[in-house]
């Protein structure tokens, strides 16, 4: 899992490098986890945990579901809002290129991969963006989310729902609850490991340090807050 929030090749891997940043992948594999170890924690709130086990199964995969959709939907959303605010941005170089709409076309830029750019480069680029006429007026036109968008949505949802399994799967196999729960926090202790290599990679940190902290971190929140009836 050295490479996790990488996927494997074929459709569907392509369709997460694609369609997901890595580090989108990364955040929501992330709180994805959390949220399975919250909603199982309910168990040791019950006086018959063995009878809730099937509950707090479904509890969890219905709060994953939940959080995917408003997670990706709301993320869905801003992309929209981000597309018709670079729309504006242009069609107001195009339209007046004054001193503000070059200043709000230098703070667009400073938003994405340009800001790497010179101040000179930065006029050039804004220059060429002012050229040619506007050929709809963004002001006024409807906006509404992209094909793209949805497939980011499915994306996320995916990963939400997916990383319920691995968890939940200690309290289908092992009929002794305190047994799996304890279990099922190793696994998710596991994937926080996992998840610190993932970080660290792309970041040029040291794997094995943000690997062991990461860890150290989830499993000692997960045993705080189960000695405390969660």
């Known amino acids: 899992m050295e490479d996790v929030g990488r996927y494997p090749g074929g459709r569907f891997g392509d369709f997460y490098r694609k369609y997901l940043p890595i580090g989108d992948r990364i955040g929501e594999m992330f709180y994805a986890t959390w949220m399975v170890v919250v909603s199982l924690g309910m168990i040791n709130s019950v006086e018959n945990p063995e009878e809730f086990v099937p509950l707090a ?62 101040d000179e480069e930065k006029e050039r680029m804004i220059d060429k963006l002012a050229e040619g006429a506007p050929d709809r007026d963004p002001y006024t036109e409807p906006y509404s989310p992209g094909r ?17 399994i ?22 998710a202790t596991f994937i926080f490991a996992a998840l610190g290599v993932a970080y660290a990679k792309r970041l040029n940190r040291n794997r094995l340090l943000a690997a062991l902290s990461l860890a150290t971190l989830g499993f000692s929140v997960f045993s705080i807050a189960y000695l405390l009836g969660w």
């Open 57 to 118: 199964i479904a509890i969890a995969f219905g709060v994953n579901l939940t959080w995917g959709l408003i997670d990706g939907i709301s993320v869905m959303l801003t992309g929209t809002i981000d597309r018709a605010r670079g729309d504006k941005v242009v069609f107001d170089l195009r339209t007046r290129n004054d001193p503000s709409t070059r200043r709000e076309a230098r703070k667009a830029l400073d938003d994405t991969i340009a800001s790497l750019l010179s």
């Open 148 to 164: 793209e968008g949805w497939y980011y949505v499915m994306g996320i949802l995916a990963i939400d729902v997916l990383f319920v």
């Open 166 to 187: 691995p968890i939940v799967v200690p309290l289908l196999v092992v009929p002794n609850v305190p047994v799996a729960i304890l279990l099922s926090r190793l696994v």
